[in-house]
């Protein structure tokens, strides 16, 4: 059975770090690409940044940009989104999503409708 599961999000103040993580189970990682998305209350869905299978290229969205840094470890089936600076716009449940192969990034952000499988989702909050 397939399944990813978030862990790592809770309360921090403004500036602070978070490391949030999704493991996976019932598949192995090193074939798909991961995407990290975020959704705030009354707003859509959004992708936050993607690292694709083949090369392990990465992507951010650009209210992420220098700030997230996406990684994984395919011997612990696991991505990994290290999030420094953090600012309250970045409060919301954040979520991990496979695809097969590569990432599909537009100039901003990649699509939720191409990921199958997702998980249950984390709070990050940003509050002082």
């Known amino acids: 059975q397939v399944q990813l599961v978030e862990s790592g999000g809770g309360l921090v103040q403004p500036g602070g770090s978070l490391r949030l993580s999704c493991a996976a189970s019932?598949?192995?990682?090193?074939?798909?690409?991961i995407g990290w998305f975020r959704q705030a209350p009354g707003k859509e869905r959004e992708g936050v940044s993607c690292?694709?299978?083949?090369?392990?290229?990465?992507y951010y969205a650009d209210s992420v940009k220098g700030r997230f840094t996406i990684s994984r470890d395919n011997a612990k089936n696991t991505v990994y989104l290290q999030m420094n600076s953090l600012k309250p716009e970045d409060t919301a449940v954040y979520y991990c999503?496979?695809?097969?192969?590569?990432?599909?990034?537009?100039?901003?952000?990649?699509?939720?409708?191409?990921?199958?499988?997702w998980g249950q989702g984390t709070q990050v909050t940003v509050s002082s």
């Open positions: 999503a496979t695809r097969i192969g590569d990432c599909l990034w537009t100039v901003t952000t990649t699509p939720t409708a191409l990921y199958d499988d």
């Open positions: 690292i694709s299978s083949s090369d392990g290229s990465t």
């Open positions: 019932g598949f192995t990682l090193d074939y798909y690409a």
